[in-house]
Structures are given as structure tokens and as C-alpha cells.
């Protein structure tokens, strides 16, 4: 059905109807990075992380085309085999792609900003670590921690406390929980670190600041 050999620079080819190929994939639709003459040893192995990765994308192209094929030639069963195989492949590039160069740019990039602050808003009712949130983002933690605040403003607790006390609020004015509940959903310890906390980035109590929207007239 299609031709793929990774040694070779010969393209991948997906058959038609048994006559002409009816569709090709040449390398130059995919172009392999190689290491600089002279590259450290580091940059060499990024390259090789580079190189793996877009080995894999060729494959996976060449398995849509080629459930795209048997789809037009009605061979459901095989396309939808075809299908898995690309998406497992895909999955396996997600996992192996190499970090993110913190060097190239001064803060996150914007995947890495939509997945950080996903993850947190997914997690506010627990808690969260540097590390797993550095993770997410694929840097290590000194790099996640610096390109955060360059990008949001704040650190990442900053950040979580933040977003903490925010969605506190949104409880206080739309439910009727009590402030022990409302600072379990939020992930805190107990109403004494809730009021704390919240007394910091307010400058009221919870208590006090719930009072005052309920009776905004009082």
C-alpha cells in the first residue's frame, strides 16, 4: 500500500487504484534537522531528538494517507487500523519531543502557557507542585519558574494563589457554602489558612467581604 524506507531518501508513496501512485511524500515535505559540523555534544543530541521525532511524523503522514486510501476504497476495517497506528505514533512523538529551548525566547511559549494554566485551573482543588507543573511545560523547574513569571507576571505560587482566591470569590457570591467548604474546593488547608490568605490579596476577611455583597445597601 505505501513505501517507506527511513534509511534512504527515497519518498513514501501511497497507491491509488493499483496503476499511478496516488499520492507521494518526498522528504522535502518533511525535512530532517542534522547537527552542525562542530556542534557540542548537547546540540548534537537535540539534533538527533529532532531528527527522531520528525521520523516519526513521516510515518505517521504515510499512515493517514494511507487509511485515506483504503477509506476511498472502502476498506473501512483497514483504515481504521490505519488510524490507531498514526495515532499511537503520535502519541509516541508527543512523549519523545525534546525540551523546549528556554534560550530562544524570554518567556513560555503559548502551548506551554495553555497547557500550564489548563493543568492549574483542572487542579485547584488540590494541591500543586513546581515540578509537576515544569512537567507540563517540559523545562526544568529553575527555566519554568523564570519563563512563568517573564510570561504571566508572577511566579507560579503567586499565580496558583491568585487564581485560589478568585475562584473563592465566584463560591462566595454563587453558593451557599460555607467558608470551610469553599476553602476545601479551593484547595486550602482550612478556613484559618483560607482567611489568611484571602486577607492578604484582598485586604478583607472572606467573611467580611461576602457580608458586603450580600447587603451591598447595609
Not at 525534546?98 to 485547584?124: D, K, S, T
Not at 515544569?134 to 503567586?158: C, I, M, Q, T
Amino acid at each position: 500500500m505505501y513505501q517507506h524506507n527511513a534509511a534512504s531518501s527515497s519518498p513514501v508513496s501511497v497507491m491509488g487504484d493499483g496503476s499511478e501512485p496516488a499520492l507521494t511524500i518526498g522528504h522535502g515535505a518533511l525535512v530532517t534537522a542534522h547537527a552542525r559540523n562542530g556542534a557540542t555534544e548537547d546540540k548534537s543530541e537535540a539534533g538527533h531528538a529532532t531528527e527522531t521525532s520528525l521520523h516519526r511524523l513521516r510515518s505517521v503522514v504515510a499512515e493517514l494517507f494511507t487509511a485515506l486510501n483504503e477509506s476511498l476504497r472502502d476498506e473501512r476495517g483497514k483504515a481504521r487500523e490505519c488510524l490507531r497506528r498514526a495515532a499511537t505514533m503520535l502519541e509516541a512523538v508527543e512523549v519523545h519531543a525534546p525540551p523546549a529551548p528556554i534560550g530562544a525566547r524570554q518567556g513560555l511559549a503559548p502551548w506551554q502557557i495553555r497547557r500550564v494554566v489548563a493543568y492549574i485551573e483542572a487542579n485547584l482543588d488540590t494541591p500543586i507542585r513546581n515540578n509537576d507543573l515544569a512537567a507540563v511545560a517540559r523545562l526544568s523547574v529553575f527555566h519554568f519558574n523564570v519563563a512563568f513569571r517573564k510570561s504571566v507576571g508572577d511566579s507560579p505560587h503567586e499565580y496558583i494563589i491568585r487564581r485560589r482566591m478568585e475562584r473563592a470569590q465566584g463560591l462566595m457570591l454563587s453558593t451557599d457554602a460555607s467558608l470551610s467548604e469553599i476553602a476545601a474546593t479551593c484547595g486550602l488547608a482550612d478556613q484559618a489558612h483560607f482567611t489568611r490568605l484571602f486577607r492578604r490579596a484582598v485586604g478583607e476577611s472572606p467573611g467580611a467581604w461576602r457580608r458586603a455583597r450580600a447587603n451591598p445597601q447595609s
